[in-house]
């Protein structure tokens, strides 16, 4: 599956979707519609032939999502719910799941999680996370929480609350 979105500068030189091609097959002449095809076909190119237009698959935004995850990123939901506008709450990403690279502290105590997918979480709560610093600690979980914030928990260890720093 993929996404076509113009640009507002694409919309005043033309339609340039994949709506505009899809519009094509409703037409019952052959001739016409070869014309239509190509026309709208020709107006798609250029415009992403000039970077008007990008397609994006659904593989790519799911790739953004789990990269953006604990990031407010207010024009993300626009790209994947559906007809860019629809709700799309069964698709939504409320949890990752990562391998950990490594595990420090704050000045006060609080634990700053390195993911080796290049995500750092924060604690900040004050609840008292337990771990080996000999045996390390393999995987981390953040789930999303009430009010926009997040849990994390450290392989089966405890719930704490995180936020995301990079």
Not at 31 to 49: F, H, I, Q
């Amino acid at each position: 599956m993929g996404i076509s979105m113009p640009s507002s500068a694409d919309e005043s030189t033309g339609n340039a979707s994949t709506a505009s091609v899809y519009a094509c097959s409703n037409i019952a002449g052959d001739s016409e519609r070869l014309t239509c095809y190509d026309a709208a076909v020709g107006r798609l190119k250029a415009a992403e032939d000039a970077g008007d237009v990008v397609t994006v698959t659904r593989e790519q935004v799911e790739e953004v999502k789990r990269d953006s995850f604990g990031f407010s990123l207010p024009s993300l939901p626009k790209l994947v719910m559906p007809a860019l506008g629809g709700d799309d709450k069964d698709n939504e990403l409320t949890e990752i799941t990562s391998p950990v690279a490594r595990v420090s502290s704050t000045s006060d105590g609080k634990f700053v999680i390195y993911l080796e997918n290049g995500q750092v979480w924060q604690q900040t709560d004050n609840k008292r996370v337990y771990y080996s610093r000999k045996v390390g600690v393999d995987n981390a979980t953040v789930r999303s929480a009430a009010l926009g914030s997040f849990m994390m928990k450290l392989d089966d260890g405890v719930l704490f609350r995180v936020r995301r720093i990079e």
